[in-house]
């Protein structure tokens, strides 16, 4: 992964003529990846096709986020939005569905957001903190400058989303320090 912290993570999938088993959760394989992040809250979404939910990130009450797709599949992007990082205002992406069962640990300070590529899809979270709406942030899906390649050029948003600010536009106080 190009961002640092970003870990993509392939669970071992069993798979037989009856279908398949994997385990979803392993704090022993975690801890060996360098992942020692309490889980405190799991959420599911649903969402349809051409969905586009994103770039969302909570400040005084921030989130790593380990994320999945139980059905369907989506372009998951991450964008650093560390002061001082790097990296900063770049993204990575990656797709992750219910055929590649991949995983991707996102740590605090980066803004998080998917686009939904399939029918349907459902969306598994792991969160690190309490859900925090006091402390929940956004930016722009289509900032210029950060130019994401969402693969959907004109999606479904909510209005929340619709009105994030664009990154040069966030004072640096809302934004997470490197």
């Given at each position: 992964?190009?961002?640092?912290?970003?870990?993509?993570?392939?669970?071992?999938?069993?798979?037989?003529?009856?279908?398949?088993?994997?385990?979803?959760?392993?704090?022993?394989?975690?801890?060996?990846?360098?992942?020692?992040?309490?889980?405190?809250?799991?959420?599911?979404?649903?969402?349809?096709?051409?969905?586009?939910?994103?770039?969302?990130?909570?400040?005084?009450?921030?989130?790593?986020?380990?994320?999945?797709?139980?059905?369907?599949?989506?372009?998951?992007?991450?964008?650093?939005?560390?002061?001082?990082?790097?990296?900063?205002?770049?993204?990575?992406?990656?797709?992750?569905?219910?055929?590649?069962?991949?995983?991707?640990?996102?740590?605090?300070?980066f803004a998080h957001g998917f686009s939904v590529l399939s029918e349907e899809v459902d969306f598994l979270y792991k969160c690190s903190?309490?859900?925090?709406?006091?402390?929940?942030?956004?930016?722009?899906?289509?900032?210029?400058?950060?130019?994401?390649?969402?693969?959907?050029?004109?999606?479904?948003?909510?209005?929340?989303?619709?009105?994030?600010?664009?990154?040069?536009?966030?004072?640096?106080?809302?934004?997470?320090?490197?």
């Amino acid at each position: 992964m190009k961002l640092p912290g970003l870990l993509l993570i392939e669970p071992q999938v069993f798979k037989d003529p009856r279908g398949f088993f994997l385990e979803t959760h392993n704090l022993r394989n975690y801890l060996a990846k360098g992942i020692s992040t309490s889980f405190v809250q799991d959420n599911i979404s649903r969402s349809v096709k051409g969905v586009l939910r994103g770039l969302h990130y909570q400040l005084e009450h921030p989130q790593a986020k380990l994320v999945s797709v139980i059905r369907g599949a989506v372009l998951d992007v991450v964008v650093d939005i560390r002061r001082g990082s790097p990296t900063f205002g770049q993204w990575q992406g990656v797709e992750l569905s219910d055929e590649n069962h991949l995983q991707l640990f996102i740590p605090e300070g980066f803004a998080h957001g998917f686009s939904v590529l399939s029918e349907e899809v459902d969306f598994l979270y792991k969160c690190s903190d309490y859900y925090h709406p006091e402390s929940e942030f956004g930016i722009r899906w289509d900032d210029p400058n950060i130019n994401i390649s969402w693969q959907n050029s004109e999606p479904i948003l909510s209005q929340k989303d619709k009105a994030y600010p664009l990154l040069s536009e966030v004072v640096p106080e809302h934004l997470p320090k490197f």
